[in-house]
């Protein structure tokens, strides 16, 4: 079975797409801040050894060689001023627990910036060249780090990169300066990562509810639409609450649920009366044909009558559904079926049952009964015997098999039409009104379930009848 990441639900679809879409939108703008704080970093570093390196250079333009040289030899002597690290290097905190800064890998051209703006402060008469350090490393006057990467370097100094900036003078004298920086982006405060993951926190707290709000009234719609049909009283109106479109669909819904009950309450007062008004006729009749004289005109004119009050029986019962009154119930379903193996038996029907239910079934009894007994019914008495297969899990699964000529298939869903016969061996004077499979799979539907016709492969029609065990 194939799971699938991506939840199935309209609630975890909206939360998810929700919460997804925030934590991109942080994301990106934590990218766009460290892209800033980066350029800011960059900027102030690059004017700040912009400034030490043209001071120094011009300071050492107008000195000849010999005086340039011992210049050099003392500014290359003395160690750069770090304050941050001499804070650290006395008594101060451990590295292991100073990280105040969380970094962004992002890319910036720190080379061609400083080299632009060394020759923006020098002017053309200096030759300027910015590059990585080589190794072994030549002497350099060594620059303090800016104020932006002190503390990193003075944690980190091994992260450190280092670069040469060479001066040319104009009489082919070189200079070179050695500056350090901290690689892999901008440094930023641990306190805005966890700003940020508390803001989505928030957000992702206000889109459950709102995703929620919006999603519940569509499950009680939900719930309610599959309810409608199986109860013979009508449900509980919905509540119109939540966006104008959920309170417009449960008015629309509470609005069809009254017409369908008052359409369904009137057509079933009409037809219980032409049926009382029918037996009448009917009786009159019954007993005008047992005073001829004629006993073979008797019998078939009895057959007529058995089979006018046979239909309006079976048409009563179709069109009244389940408002019979009876309450759901736990079904022993194996007992129910071993009844109706007895019944038939007495009647000298044959049945078979394989497998079992698992444990009882939530519904109507009578109405499972004569659910099944049709079922059974038609199989006895086309297919010469009935085997009936249990297989419970999910769904409670009864298939019903008969040894049959079968049924078309352009006609297995035909059949299920109301007083639809075939033309072929199961027609009117094999008996039956063409009611028992309608009632049949109007019953399962009530109960939530499904009905199939389906031929076999060595002959015979199966007929499955799946009851859900969740309701």
């Given amino acids: 079975m194939r799971l699938s990441l991506w939840p199935q639900s309209l609630f975890g679809r909206l939360l998810a797409a929700s919460v997804l879409a925030v934590v991109l939108a942080q994301a990106v703008a934590l990218l766009l801040i460290a892209q800033e704080r980066e350029h800011f970093v960059r900027q102030g570093s690059v ?46 905190p451990p590295r292991a627990l100073a990280r105040p800064f969380v970094r962004l890998p992002l890319l910036s051209d720190f080379e061609t910036a400083l080299r632009d703006q060394l020759r923006a402060a020098l002017g053309p008469a200096y030759g300027v060249e910015v590059g990585p350090t080589p190794e072994p490393p030549p002497p350099a006057v060594a620059l303090p780090a800016p104020f932006y990467e002190a503390h990193e370097l003075a944690l980190h100094p091994e992260a450190a990169q280092r670069y040469d900036v060479t001066v040319r003078f104009a009489d082919g004298d070189a200079v070179i300066y050695r500056v350090m920086r901290m690689p892999g982006g901008a440094p930023l405060p641990r306190r805005l990562s966890t700003n940020l993951a508390l803001l989505v926190l928030l957000l992702v707290i206000v889109l459950y509810l709102t995703a929620r709000s919006i999603t519940r009234p569509l499950s009680d719609l939900a719930r309610a639409a599959d309810s ?52 009448t006729p009917l009786t009159r009749l019954r007993l005008q044909v047992e005073a001829l004289d004629n006993p073979p005109m008797q019998e078939r004119i009895g057959r007529e009558l058995d089979e006018m009050e046979s239909m309006v029986r079976e048409a009563l019962a179709l069109f009244r559904g389940l408002d019979d009154g009876e309450p759901a119930a736990a079904v022993d379903m194996n007992a129910l079926l071993e009844k109706i193996r007895e019944e038939f038996r007495d009647l000298g029907g044959t049945v078979t049952i394989t497998g079992q239910a698992l444990r009882p079934l939530v519904g109507k009894p009578q109405a499972l009964k004569r659910c099944l007994t049709n079922l059974i019914a038609n199989a006895v008495k086309f297919g010469t015997r009935a085997e009936v297969l249990i297989a419970d899990g999910a769904d409670l699964v009864i298939r019903v098999r008969d040894h049959g000529p079968g049924i078309p298939e352009e006609e297995l869903e035909r ?45 015979g029609l199966e007929a499955t009848l799946r009851l859900p065990r969740r309701r």
Avoid: C
């Avoid at 160690?79 to 006395?90: E, G, K, R």
């Avoid at 009283?233 to 104008?244: D, K």
């Avoid at 669909?249 to 079933?268: G, I, K, P, V």
């Fill in 47 to 92: 004017r700040d050894w912009t400034r030490r390196i043209a001071e120094t250079t011009l300071m050492l333009a107008p000195l000849g060689r010999t005086q340039r040289a011992d210049a050099l030899a003392q500014l290359a002597a003395s160690p750069p001023h770090m304050a941050h690290a001499d804070a650290f290097a006395h008594g101060g």
């Fill in 228 to 279: 409608l049909g199986r109860e013979a009283h009508p449900a509980p109106q919905l509540a119109e609450r939540g966006a104008r479109e959920l309170r417009d669909a449960a008015r629309a819904f509470n609005t069809m649920q009254d017409r369908l009950h008052r359409y369904l309450d009137s057509r079933t007062r009409v037809l219980a009366a032409m049926s009382h008004d029918l037996k």
């Fill in 415 to 459: 059949v299920f039409e109301p007083f639809y016969r075939l033309e072929s061996s199961r027609n009117r004077d094999s008996g039956g009104t063409g009611l028992g499979l309608t009632i049949a799979r109007d019953l399962a539907q009530a109960h939530g379930g499904s009905l199939l016709l389906a031929n076999l492969a060595g002959g």
